[in-house]
């Protein structure tokens, strides 16, 4: 009798340590960071001239080119610890580079801030234009008459409207 006691003991105070502990971390919050991998540093930031947007035509032909085989593409995750999701597209047909960057769950941009996506590569980054956001699902067309598949790395930013060039917030990277 004196040896079913102990034991009991025993597994009650198992119980009640192991339920302290459960609620111990159950209350803790979460500290997981996302630190963004790709690193886009301004000395090395390749700037453009403002491109006027892409009619629907236009846009077109981009998913008429991303429709063929051959055609490389990426997931993109999201660091900045939400849950967007995304996928990068890029070809180049020996004569015309195109990109296109479909992402999800996006949310809203406050006033004064914007998503902008962006090329990365060991000769520097730059812009691809930016985002246009409905409903949480942003997209992205870019054409150049030049290759550009070195820039191997593709970043979707939130950006706030100060006038600034460089990159801001890291939101979704990806890499071909």
Same mark, same amino acid.
């Given at each position: 009798?004196?040896?079913?006691?102990?034991?009991?003991?025993?597994?009650?105070?198992?119980?009640?340590?192991?339920?302290?502990?459960?609620?111990?971390?159950?209350?803790?919050?979460?500290?997981?960071?996302?630190?963004?991998?790709?690193?886009?540093?301004?000395?090395?930031?390749?700037?453009?001239?403002?491109?006027?947007?892409?009619?629907?035509?236009?846009?077109?032909?981009?998913?008429?080119?991303?429709?063929?085989?051959?055609?490389?593409?990426?997931?993109?995750?999201?660091?900045?610890?939400?849950?967007?999701?995304?996928?990068?597209?890029?070809?180049?047909?020996?004569?015309?580079?195109?990109?296109?960057?479909? $992402?999800?769950?996006?949310? +809203? #941009? =406050?006033? %004064?801030?914007?998503?902008?996506?962006?090329?990365?590569? &060991?000769?520097? !980054?730059?812009?691809?234009?930016?985002?246009?956001?409905?409903?949480?699902?942003?997209?992205?067309?870019?054409?150049?008459?030049?290759?550009?598949?070195?820039?191997?790395? $593709?970043?979707?930013?939130? +950006? #706030? =409207?100060? %006038?600034?060039?460089?990159?801001?917030?890291?939101?979704? &990277?990806?890499? !071909?």
């Amino acid at each position: 009798m004196l040896f079913s006691k102990k034991v009991t003991a025993i597994i009650l105070a198992f119980i009640l340590v192991g339920g302290g502990f459960w609620l111990y971390r159950k209350n803790q919050p979460n500290q997981e960071m996302v630190s963004p991998e790709i690193t886009l540093e301004p000395t090395h930031q390749i700037t453009t001239e403002l491109v006027t947007p892409m009619s629907e035509t236009e846009k077109q032909v981009i998913e008429d080119v991303f429709a063929k085989e051959g055609v490389e593409m990426t997931l993109l995750k999201d660091v900045a610890g939400g849950q967007a999701v995304g996928t990068a597209w890029r070809q180049y047909d020996g004569l015309k580079f195109y990109h296109k960057i479909d $992402a999800n769950n996006l949310t +809203e #941009p =406050e006033k %004064g801030f914007f998503y902008e996506g962006w090329l990365v590569g &060991e000769a520097g !980054f730059f812009s691809t234009g930016r985002l246009g956001i409905v409903d949480g699902r942003g997209k992205l067309y870019f054409a150049a008459d030049e290759d550009k598949t070195g820039f191997r790395g $593709a970043v979707v930013t939130l +950006e #706030p =409207e100060d %006038g600034n060039e460089a990159p801001d917030k890291h939101i979704l &990277e990806g890499s !071909f």
